[in-house]
């Protein structure tokens, strides 16, 4: 057995929740065999680790090439144009322009967005900062799930959501959700379900900071406000 060291990026890191991964790994299996073993093992980012490349010391791989000990290893989400590419959980400052224009296209006569920012008063309690944070391949999951309720309730609706976690500042953008459809009451009710979805049942949390004490908040039933 070797110390196999396999880097991750931008959706696949997030859906699996750490940039790197560590294994213990036999000299005569092949990257195929590591790939099925991943999924079996972070069964939530299986989708995305199936359409993801291999690469061997910078260069890509087949899934029947042998592993060496002191190869560099990365497994690398498609660069553009999967759908896990529409819902995204982030630690980066959350680009509005970005997630709207992924559900812009020709046959889209209206666009509606939601943009949730911290706030700094709360019942007239003075908020200082928040912090949220995310069970990440389930919220990643379920994120994409209500895409997929959206697209039974309203088969044109294209949607696109970005939620940020870590340390933001009063008037950070925390979620953005944009959603397009050939007609503007169909994208304004999506995007409203869609936000009422999210506060149900993504489990992401936040920690508000008060001039006189902090305490968490979660998020399902609702409790969460944006």
Not at 27 to 53: C, H, T, V, W
Not at 99 to 123: M, Q
Not at 164 to 189: C, N, W, Y
Request: proline letters at 4%; a negative charge.
């Amino acid at each position: 057995m070797m110390k196999v060291s396999i880097q991750l990026f931008a959706g696949l890191a997030e859906a699996i929740g750490s940039g790197t991964l560590e294994l213990d790994w036999g000299a005569e299996r092949n990257l195929g065999e590591m790939r099925n073993f991943l999924m079996e093992k972070y069964p939530d980012a299986a989708p995305l680790i199936r359409q993801s490349f291999f690469s061997v010391n910078h260069e890509y791989a087949d899934d029947k090439e042998l592993i060496e000990e002191g190869d560099e290893l990365a497994l690398i989400p498609p660069v553009s144009g999967g759908e896990e590419d529409y819902f995204l959980i982030t630690e980066e400052p959350v680009s509005i322009e970005q997630v709207i224009s992924k559900v812009v296209h020709p046959d889209a006569g209206a666009v509606n967005s939601f943009i949730g920012t911290v706030r700094e008063l709360t019942k007239g309690k003075k908020t200082l900062y928040l912090e949220y944070e995310a069970y990440v391949p389930m919220a990643l999951r379920k994120m994409k799930q209500i895409g997929d309720e959206i697209k039974k309730k309203w088969p044109d609706a294209k949607v696109a959501i970005t939620h940020r976690i870590g340390h933001l500042e009063i008037s950070d953008v925390a979620v953005v959700i944009a959603v397009s459809t050939p007609h503007r009451h169909d994208s304004f009710e999506a995007c409203r379900y869609a936000i009422e979805r999210i506060k149900e049942m993504v489990p992401i949390w936040k920690k508000e900071f008060w001039e006189d004490g902090e305490s968490w908040v979660g998020n399902q039933q609702g409790t969460i406000s944006y």
